[in-house]
DNA sequence: CTGAAAGCGCTTACAG
DNA sequence: CTGAAAGCGCTTACAG
């Protein structure tokens, strides 16, 4: 007999169904072993005839959680509506499917750099913690960073993996990565090598991969030469195009680039093909990332590849252990060179 | 005088230190013009200090809604773990960005196709309405989306907009897309121009790609010959490739290829090459989407853009006007030609 | 303009 | 194994 509710049927409507007390239909419903076999069937029939589901705001305000996670993507706001680096892209990808595979739910939000983060998701009991994903200049979040641990937020940060970091981070190693780049040009012949890329605590990733580069440099018997590194504090073609120019502008030779991002190298392949010089013949490209796009343009770009899927997962993992109340570190990804024609190299595509 | 609080502040610790009654509290700080000027500015001061949060599920609770969307992106169990149709994923940005201008929050959600959908993000009151994205089997789905409708969810679809649906979808208008492309190629002399991409219902959106193609050759004088059509059902590179050795083992002569999809077209252009085939001298080749590796493929990709933004924008309206009982109709989106050095014209890169 | 009170729909001790 | 009851933290009529 189809008795038409009005609005939405709660546990009280199965209760009075199945005859039984509205306790006993939350048990059975969480899968309680205090209901007898009979019983939570019944009740789980007369739930699925409904449409039951359970509340989660009643549910959460209750107990307190809400068994989802916010993910802060931040974005520089010089960046025009359209453009994601879509690094951060693969890595939402696989944050998301982390989640999933821990039961949790995400909340997905980008945040311009320049305003006040809205970072409140854990104070207003909408998510358990924060996942926070971004470029970004470090010295200026860094207190942003601080105030969230000591407001007890339970939050992991995609970035540079330092001493002394306030919070806890995740990271590939950017140093290795910069060495093994390096080292592979050195290889190759090459000895006048650029670097795009800010090489400033600013920013933690960029420089670190300035770092291993200038090991490799120096464990080669090399002098890093100033007037080969250029700023360029964003992930963005533009910038790569802008560097080269005003590495050709200063008018020192150079047979290779280091581009710290892989759209950093993407705009210097544009900007050297317009200069005429042929890649990889006269000058070396490699860039860091290994983007989507990285296989596809021409030629096909060497790149430092980051396990997105091992880092989605990580994140998770320790935001979880977090608002589990467990002990938790930062921690380092591998790095690893992903060879293609771009550098030179005989490698296959 | 810093009193420690014991876990995080509510509204009735603030009615406490300033010495009102918590309703005041909650209207002042929900902006209520019933509360003097005086009043709500110490709340508010005793609120930031206190760095007071209202608990959403407690006002969700109350207010029965949660001001947050949820987002479900289907992906083909086939397809592996890491790779999301970048199409999808720039929908997501521009949806995200969408919400944010409307003050929602946004749940992101990817489900399987072959399982059930986890759909029930507005019965369990975690989102106000839904939005579906992804391709898939439209005959299959159907039947789940007559569910949705009849339960009163509130969600839009993105996807072919056909007569009959019995849902509200919002995409592109791809037959005239496909007019443009196939008017575009007989422009330039193409006259065996292979399809790539189901033709049947089961995927309306590449169906109806197809049946602007056939429109245009037949405006033309031409016979649409099926031995230039092969069925690809997904967009992944893979097919691309499987679907041109087809075409070639089929023996037919053809002048052009116009793939469904960029990743269809993209596979095109790797088996065309593997074959030795040179693009676009002896084949054009043409794509749909403009997906960000589109301009870096080589040769460049000649395809239709669809306006992600726009759309993000259409889709969010759309959900929140059926939240707010509001009429609503399904809408296409204009497709717009992008031409680049596939398909053999002399436009610029 | 302000306060006391009801109620949103659950979960979970407590008592049996 | 089951029920009656308290309580999570708000919002909002209702009364003043």
Known sequence: MATVMKGKATSFDIAYKAGVSQSTVSRALRGSSLVSDDTRHRIQTIARELNYKVDKNASNLRRQHSVTLALLL????????????????????????????????????FQQLSNDWHADYQDSHKADGLILLGYGDYLVSRSRLQKLVDQGTHFVRWGAVLEGQ???????????????????????????????????????????????????????????????????????????????QVLLSRGVPFDAIFAASDLLAIGALRALANAGLRVPEQVSVVGFDDIPTASFVNPALTTVMQDTKLAGEMLVDRVLRQIRGEPVESAMLPAQLVIRRSCGAQAAP
């Not at 012949?189 to 120096?218: K, M, N, Q, T, V």
Request: hydrophobic share 40%; proline share 5%; with cysteine.
């Open 74 to 109: 931040f974005e520089d706001p010089t960046t025009d509506d359209s453009l994601i680096n879509p690094f951060f892209l693969s890595m939402l990808g696989s944050i998301t499917r982390a989640c999933v595979r821990q039961g949790y739910d995400l909340l997905v939000s």
């Open 166 to 244: 306030p919070d806890i981070s995740i990271g590939c190693d950017n140093a290795l990565g910069g060495r093994a780049i390096t080292d592979h040009l050195l290889a190759l012949g090459r000895r006048r090598i650029a670097f795009i890329g800010d090489s400033s605590a600013h920013f933690p990733e960029f420089s670190a991969r300035y770092r291993g580069h200038c090991e490799a440099l120096c464990a080669a018997g090399l002098e890093p030469d100033p007037a080969l590194q250029v700023d360029a504090s964003d992930s963005i073609e533009r910038l790569g195009i802008e560097s080269v």
